[in-house]
C-alpha cells in the first residue's frame, strides 16, 4: 500500500497496489480506473461518500455537506489526513469543515487508509489511522488528449453535479485539469420531513502539470480552488457563508539509475482556508454572531526510497508551519458588539523524520516496521487571545513545545488458503489547537462551552491489531478483524462546574483535561462469497466499545454495525442491492452527554450499464437508497439529525 505513494512518477498512475497489510484499504474514485472498492454512484459520488466505502471509516454529519471522517471510532484529533502527502488544517472552530471537503472527487485518483498507528511517512498524530487522498494526475505516456464528463441528478434536494475535465500527455510532458459544481437544496428525512438548513453548493476547479526535464527528472505542480456557500448545517446553530480552499504544490522528482536506491521526490506546498460562518438566515437569532477562522499551512516533504528485492524502505523528512486562527463578534440587540479571540492566532513548526521497511521473508511471509519521531514548537500570536485564557491559566506561557512519535511492527503470513496479520505499536500526539488554547466553544452535541487546557499532556496509545482470513476457494473468503488501543493521557472535555457558559442555552463548561487512561476496541467480520460467476455475496458486521478511566463509555463509539449486498454482473450491466443497518446503541457514552440512538435498518439498490460507443465509454448509473423511505439517524448524525428519506439518483459520465 505505502508502495502506492510511488507509482506516478514513470508509470501511469493507475496501478492501485495491493495492500501490504489487509487491514489497510484504498477506496478508487476515478472513473479510469478498476479496484476493488468504489462508490455505487462512480466518481460522480461525493468524496464523503467514496470515503465511507473504508471498513474502518464512519462518518459525523453535521448536514448534508463535509462529514468529518471518523477512523477505528476516533475523530479528526486523531487522525492524520494528507492530500498528496501534504499537510492541511481546517479553519472551523466548530468542525464544519474537515480537510477532506476542500477537495472534490474529480481531483482524486484514490482515497488510502492505513489503520492505526502505523501510518504513511507524512502522517503525524495519528493514533486512530491516517487518510492520504490522492490526486489524480494523467502522468506522462499516456493518451494524446482524453475528455471526460459528467452530470447526476438526486431527486430528494434536487441534488445537481457537473463535471468536466481534459488530460493532455507525451513523453515530455502531461497537463490534466476540471471543474465541478456541485448544488443541492433541503433535503427531505424519511416521512417527507424538509430537513431546514440542509443545502450547499460547491465549486471547485484544479490543475495538475508535469514536464520531464530529463529521462530521471521530472517536476509536477498542482493547483486546487475549492469554494463552498451558503452551506446549511441542520445540526449546529449556524450556516456557512463562504469555505474556501486554494492547495498548491511543486515536486521535483528523480529516479536514481542505481542498484537499491530507486526514487527521491521533494514537494514544497502552500494552502490556504478561509471559512466565515452566517446566521443571519437563520430565525429567532437572539444575539447575531460573525465567526471567521483562518488556516494557512506552508511545508514541504522529501521521501527518498529503495528496495533490493527483500527489503522496501522509504526515509521520509518533513517541516510545516501552520498559522490558525478564529474569533467572534457577537451583536446583541442595541448594545456594543462583543469581541472575542477563539483560537488565539497559534502559529505551529513542526518537522519529523519517518523511516518504513517492509521486509519480504520466504515463505510468503512479511514484516513492516515504521517510526517517526517530530518535535513541535507553538506560538499564541494574538495577544487578546493569550490575556482572555491567562485568566484561567495564570502565569501560561505564549509558546510551547512539544516532541512525538509513534513506533509500529506487522507481521504478515499468506500460507495457501490463509492471511494472518500481527501488528502493534506505540505513538503518541500533542493536543489540538482547539483542545489547547480553544475559547468558549460551543459544542451543541452536549451543549457545553469548551475552554482549552495549554497545561494539557501529550496523549498516547498502545494498540495491538490481529487479523486472520479464511479463503478455502477462489469463491469464498471469511474474515476477522480486531484491534485495541489503551490510551494513556486521553484527552477530553471534562466538567467545570466553576465556570458560567457563554453561549444562550448552553449547559455549562468544560475543560479539555487528560484522563489517566482510555481504551477503544474494534472488531470486525467479512465474508465474500461468489455464489455464481455473475453473483457475489458481501457482508461485514463490526462491534466496537469505548471505556473511560472509571469504565463508563466514551462518546461516539459505533453501535454495531452491518451491512450485507449482493452484486451482479454480466457482460456491461453491474447490480447490487444491499441492507446496511446498525444495532440499538447501548453503549451511549451517557456522562459525555450522549442520547442512545435507535436499531436501524435500510435497503439501498443500484445498477450501472456501460456502452461502447466508438471505443467511447458512456457510462449509466442509477439506483434508489434508502428504498422504504425509512426515518432514522445514526449514533454519529450530531443532534440526532435525521438521514436522507428515498433517494432516487441518476448519472452519466462519458469519456472522450
Ligand atoms: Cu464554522
Known amino acids: 500500500m505505502i508502495a502506492t505513494l510511488l507509482i506516478s512518477l514513470f508509470a501511469s498512475t493507475d496501478t ?3 495492500p501490504t497489510r489487509f487491514v489497510d484499504e484504498v477506496v478508487v474514485v476515478s472513473t479510469k480506473t478498476e479496484g476493488r472498492k468504489r462508490s455505487a454512484k462512480g466518481q460522480v459520488a461525493s468524496i464523503d461518500e467514496h470515503i465511507g466505502e473504508l471498513s474502518h471509516v464512519n462518518l459525523v454529519r453535521r448536514g448534508s455537506y463535509a462529514w468529518e471522517p471518523v477512523v477505528n471510532n476516533m475523530q479528526t484529533e486523531r487522525v492524520s ?29 484514490s482515497i488510502s487508509l492505513n489503520s492505526g498507528l502505523d501510518g504513511n511517512p ?17 502522468g506522462f ?4 488528449f482524453h475528455l471526460d464528463a459528467s452530470a447526476g441528478y438526486e431527486a430528494n434536494g434536487h441534488l445537481q453535479v457537473y463535471g468536466v475535465d481534459a488530460e493532455t500527455s507525451s513523453h515530455r510532458f502531461y497537463a ?19 430537513v431546514l438548513f440542509s443545502q450547499f453548493q460547491k465549486v471547485n476547479a484544479f490543475g495538475n502539470m508535469g514536464v520531464r526535464l530529463s529521462e530521471r527528472d521530472v517536476v509536477e505542480g498542482t493547483f486546487i480552488f475549492d469554494r463552498a456557500s451558503h452551506v446549511g448545517y441542520p445540526a449546529l446553530n449556524m450556516d456557512v457563508k463562504k469555505a474556501q480552499g486554494i492547495i498548491t504544490s511543486l515536486a521535483c522528482k528523480h529516479r536514481f539509475n542505481h542498484p537499491w536506491l530507486n526514487d527521491w521526490e521533494t514537494k514544497l506546498y502552500y494552502n490556504h482556508i478561509t471559512h466565515v460562518m452566517d446566521d443571519t438566515r437563520r430565525p429567532n437569532v437572539e444575539i447575531h454572531m460573525d465567526m471567521p477562522g ?6 514541504l516533504y522529501s521521501l527518498l526510497t529503495a528496495s533490493n528485492g527483500i527489503h522496501e524502505t522509504q526515509l521520509n523528512c518533513d517541516l510545516y508551519y501552520n498559522r490558525l486562527s478564529a474569533d ?16 488565539p492566532d497559534v502559529g505551529t513548526l513542526n518537522t519529523g523524520v519517518a523511516l518504513t521497511d517492509r521486509l519480504s521473508l520466504p515463505h510468503r511471509q512479511t514484516v513492516r516496521l515504521s517510526a517517526k519521531v517530530a518535535m513541535q514548537w507553538q506560538r499564541l500570536n494574538s495577544e487578546e487571545g493569550l490575556q482572555a485564557l491567562s485568566v484561567f491559566f495564570p502565569g501560561m506561557k505564549e509558546a510551547y513545545h512539544q516532541t512525538t512519535g509513534r513506533v509500529a511492527a506487522s507481521y504478515t503470513w499468506q500460507p495457501t488458503h490463509w492471511q494472518l496479520s500481527l501488528g502493534t505499536g506505540w505513538g503518541s500526539r500533542a493536543p489540538t489547537v482547539t483542545e489547547a488554547y480553544g475559547y468558549y466553544l460551543n459544542n451543541t452535541f452536549d451543549q457545553y462551552d469548551y475552554i482549552g487546557n495549554p497545561r494539557l499532556k501529550n496523549e498516547s496509545a498502545v494498540e495491538v491489531n490481529g487479523g486472520v482470513k479464511w479463503l478455502p476457494s477462489p469463491h469464498l473468503s471469511i474474515g476477522l478483524d480486531a484491534n485495541a488501543f489503551f490510551f494513556s493521557n486521553y484527552i477530553i472535555g471534562e466538567f467545570e462546574n466553576r465556570l458560567s457558559p457563554m453561549t444562550v442555552d448552553a449547559e455549562g463548561v468544560k475543560v479539555y483535561g487528560n484522563l489517566s487512561h482510555a481504551t477503544i476496541v474494534n472488531t470486525a467480520f467479512s465474508a465474500e462469497w461468489r455464489l455464481l460467476s455473475w453473483l457475489t455475496w458481501n457482508t461485514r458486521l463490526s462491534y466496537a466499545i469505548g471505556r473511560d478511566d472509571q469504565s463508563d463509555p466514551l462518546p461516539l463509539i459505533s453501535p454495531l454495525a452491518y451491512t450485507s449486498s449482493l452484486t451482479f454482473a454480466y457482460k456491461h450491466f453491474q447490480g447490487k442491492a444491499e441492507v446496511r443497518g446498525n444495532g440499538k446503541q447501548t453503549n451511549n457514552g451517557k456522562k459525555y452527554g450522549e442520547t442512545a440512538t435507535p436499531a436501524w435498518a435500510i435497503g439501498n439498490i443500484s445498477g450501472q450499464y ?36 428515498r433517494n432516487v439518483y441518476v448519472n452519466l459520465a462519458w469519456a472522450l
Open 610 to 645: 456501460t456502452l461502447l460507443i466508438h471505443e467511447h465509454a458512456l457510462t449509466f448509473r442509477t439506483g434508489i437508497e434508502n428504498l422504504f423511505d425509512k426515518r432514522y439517524s445514526t449514533y454519529s448524525d450530531w443532534c440526532d439529525i435525521p438521514q436522507k428519506g
Open 294 to 299: 483562518r488556516s494557512w499551512t506552508s511545508g
Open 328 to 343: 467572534m463578534t457577537m451583536y446583541p440587540g442595541g448594545a456594543a458588539p462583543m469581541h472575542m479571540v477563539t483560537w
Open 122 to 138: 507524512q502522517a503525524t498524530g495519528n493514533i486512530g489511522g491516517s487518510l492520504d487522498l490522492k490526486l489524480r494526475k494523467v
Open 176 to 194: 490534466n485539469g476540471g471543474v465541478f459544481y456541485r448544488h443541492a437544496d433541503n433535503y427531505e428525512a424519511g416521512g417527507g420531513e424538509e
Open 141 to 144: 505516456d499516456q493518451d494524446p
Open 81 to 109: 489526513t494528507t492530500i498528496d502527502g501534504m499537510k492541511i488544517f481546517y479553519a472551523c472552530t466548530d468542525k464544519m469543515d474537515p480537510v477532506t471537503s476542500y477537495v472534490e472527487s474529480g481531483n482524486l485518483q
Open 16 to 18: 492501485i497496489d495491493e
